[in-house]
């Protein structure tokens, strides 16, 4: 059952960005202890579509296994919301290992999965740990039409090198400071882009369309891509490493009932699937809570 979300205390920005998906403000009963009040688990979620799908997801997971759920969706980038995981303000957040890694050991080295996780286990704070990474995987990328793909015969970011500065590559703000962005394809490729355009994610495919930009950040698992046949250009240094979707928790907020639940869902989730429920919710407009409900409920989870 939702309940309120516990607002107080919480900075300005985060009061202002958050959210909750279906009936929010639905008053529940008590049930594990977490960060919402009342007994409740706060899952946030950031401010682009498959973030929010997730937490959905997960949220409704824990609910159907008796766990009273609160939401914030939307609240921004990592670099927004980390610090209220850290804090206990948020207690379930759907991550991705190898970008929390970078985020947190701008040198760590990419690796598979089970490396990456290892190594996060390290580098997170006290009370903070990560639960099962599930297999699907959602990458950040460098992604260009076919008809630019053609002109410059680029197949991999090692191709982009010798032609970069002639493009304009668009992304969300936080992607040209990153490792896993801009900082290290110079450093790992040598490209440097003429320019860089900061646009909302929602807004990159129809930059890319428009010819706004010749190179996008966009992720993987965007139905996107295939609907417009974009060309995904390939990472043969594994630039952006190993990317599952994979609970961070704070320790203290969630008991071994949500525990149980989010690796579930964890267990079930595939890439496929995640692409999939991708294109209902961006592509054919229907709600996330509902395409949330309606997979859990395919896969016995609810």
């Known amino acids: 059952m939702r309940n309120r979300i516990a607002l107080a205390g919480l900075p300005l920005a985060l009061l202002l960005s958050a959210c909750g998906g279906s009936d929010p403000y639905e008053e529940g009963g ?107 995987e959602n990458k950040d990328s460098v992604t260009v039409t076919r008809e630019t793909a053609d002109e410059y015969d680029l197949a991999s970011l090692a191709d982009l090198a010798e032609v970069s500065g002639e493009l304009t590559l668009g992304g969300p703000p936080e992607f040209e400071t990153r490792q896993q962005g801009v900082v290290g394809l110079e450093e790992v490729y040598g490209i440097e882009f003429g320019s860089f355009r900061s646009l909302d994610v929602a807004l990159l495919t129809q930059a890319l369309l428009d010819g706004d930009v010749q190179a996008a950040n966009l992720f993987t698992t965007d139905p996107q891509i295939a609907a417009n046949g974009f060309v995904v250009l390939e990472d043969p240094e594994n630039l952006f490493g190993a990317q599952n979707v994979t609970p961070l928790v704070n320790s203290e907020q969630v008991g071994p009932q949500a525990r149980e639940a989010l690796d579930a869902v964890s267990a079930a989730l595939t890439t496929e699937s995640l692409t999939e429920l991708n294109e209902r919710v961006i592509v054919d407009n229907e709600n996330a809570a509902d395409v949330a409900e309606e997979w859990l409920s395919q896969e016995g989870l609810a």
């Not at 997730?54 to 610090?83: F, H, K, P, T």
């Not at 390290?122 to 599930?134: F, K, T, V, Y």
């Open 30 to 136: 008590s049930g594990e202890e977490g960060a919402g009040g009342d007994g409740s688990v706060v899952v946030g979620s950031a401010d682009f579509p498959e973030s929010q799908l997730l937490a959905e997801i997960y949220g409704r997971a824990m609910e159907a296994a008796g766990v009273d759920v609160d939401y914030q969706m939307g609240i921004g980038s990592r670099e927004v919301y980390y610090s209220q995981i850290e804090s206990g303000n948020l207690a379930v957040f759907p991550e991705y290992n190898g970008a929390i890694l970078a985020y947190l050991d701008e040198d760590a080295p990419s690796g598979t999965s089970e490396e990456t996780n290892a190594l996060l286990a390290e580098a997170l704070p006290e009370g903070l740990e990560i639960l099962d990474s599930s297999a699907a």
